[in-house]
């Protein structure tokens, strides 16, 4: 292994690998790349899905060891299960990307369903006057409202809680 | 000591692997969309907890999720019937139901576990709880409404409660090696837990206008035996459905 290689130089590398199920973010802006470890035997990196279900973590963690092969090295990527992903992982910059993107973020990450979608504001027109339509979207991590002042479905990016 | 945490995890992998497949059963077919969607995403959810369970194994040598998830002879199987209880006509108020009373039990069933003395288990306890709150609130908030709403609604739920009750109960049936379980700290007694599930549902019924009487000893005698291997009739049309592709080439590499 190279004297010179650290943890954060294949961070670095790995925001190159998109969220499969929201490309504008990178894996890494997502906070799924828990810690990287630069041992004599190889690279071991740890990923931690968003939901348990995420059917993403296979197409990841193949991503992942792709991008370390081609780098030269011996990589291993380890799921962690026993350990839940939280939304505070999520960098500056993947709540940027995220707005972006077009989703509404929850102003308020509590452990109450109820009070996490309340408070929500439409990404578009930013009014208040939204309403839940469904707490399960198009994938784990999303859920539906719709804006009764632009008349616009959007989504919220749901974090488990 | 391998026998008892098998037996353990066991019991909860099966349980959300098969009410996964029942509620994947209603994709295309759900009331409204957006209830296809929920229940589509309940149903991956509960795969994939299962997966993670299955994976605790795994990690100790035991068999791979694949084998335990498509490679096992039904008495192997740990699951509680009311998980392999067909969706039959469609009636929505009975899945709502079943999701209800389910999901309200794994609520109870997580909180226990998040203080296991089996780290890897208290740790999985605690991620999969934080994601049951959705299904939790999902379930919570369509029993209130229907339940309170038409007449036909209220009946429906009732009815639906009144046939699952027995099934429900027995989510909660002794499982092999329990004595172990508990002297390690691993889970308290499956009757503890049931008291506990009873304590929360019961007035949350109530709000929804809804009553659940004690199921008799002569309800419960065809459903026991079930986390000691005994398979409801249900089991072996939906085991082959579920195992179609994987069984017809079992040497593919996924």
């Not at chain 1, 802006?29 to 279900?53: C, S």
């Not at chain 2, 589509?40 to 993670?52: F, L, P, Y």
């Not at chain 2, 108020?93 to 208290?122: C, I, K, N, W």
Request: proline content about 7%.
């Amino acid at each position: 292994m190279k004297a010179s290689l650290t943890p954060d130089t294949i961070r670095e590398w790995l925001k190159s690998i998109p969220d499969p199920e929201i490309p504008h973010v990178s894996v890494v802006d997502m906070g799924m790349v828990g810690e990287i470890r630069v041992e004599e035997e190889g690279v071991q990196v740890e990923l931690i899905p968003t939901f348990a279900g995420c059917p993403a973590v296979k197409l990841l963690q193949q991503s992942i060891e792709a991008l370390l092969r081609e780098k030269g090295l011996k990589p291993k990527v380890h799921v962690e299960y026993s350990r839940p992903w939280q939304a505070e992982y999520v960098t500056e910059a993947g709540w940027t990307a995220l707005r972006k993107a077009g989703f509404a973020i929850p102003k308020k990450l509590t452990d109450d369903p109820r009070e996490m979608f309340s408070e929500v504001a439409c990404p578009r027109c930013h009014s208040e006057a939204v309403s839940l339509t469904s707490p399960f979207g198009p994938t784990a991590c999303r859920a539906i409202f719709y804006c009764h002042s632009c008349g616009e479905a959007f989504e919220l990016f749901k974090p488990p809680l | 000591m391998i026998e008892a945490l098998e037996s353990l995890v066991l019991s909860l992998a099966d349980d959300e692997l098969l009410m996964g497949h029942r509620h994947a059963e209603w994709i295309g077919l759900g009331p409204i969309l957006e209830e296809d969607i929920a229940f589509a995403s309940i149903a991956q959810d509960e795969t994939g907890h299962a997966q993670a369970y299955y994976q605790l194994l795994t990690d100790l040598g035991l068999s791979s999720p694949d084998e335990y998830a498509f490679k096992r002879q039904p008495n192997a199987f740990r699951s509680a019937h009311l998980v392999e209880l067909p969706n039959f006509d469609y009636d929505y108020g009975l899945a709502l139901m079943r999701h209800f009373l389910y999901d309200a039990a794994e609520q109870v069933r997580l909180e226990a576990l998040r203080h296991s003395t089996y780290e890897p288990l208290a740790g999985l306890a605690e991620r999969l709880l934080r994601e049951e709150k959705y299904h939790w609130m999902h379930a919570y908030t369509w029993v209130q409404r229907l339940g309170r709403s038409t007449e036909e609604a209220h009946l429906r739920l009732q009815s639906a409660l009144d046939q699952l009750f027995p099934y429900a109960w027995m989510l909660f049936e002794e499982m092999p090696y329990e004595p172990d379980m508990v002297e390690a700290g691993w889970i308290p007694p499956s009757s503890d837990l049931r008291n506990l599930w009873l304590a929360q549902i019961t007035p949350w019924l109530r709000e929804a206008g809804l009553v659940h009487t004690q199921p008799s000893e002569s309800a419960l005698l065809p459903l026991k035996g079930a986390r000691h291997g005994l398979r409801s009739l249900y089991f072996d049309e939906l085991y082959a459905e579920m195992t179609e592709v994987s069984a017809s080439d079992p040497e593919a590499e996924w």
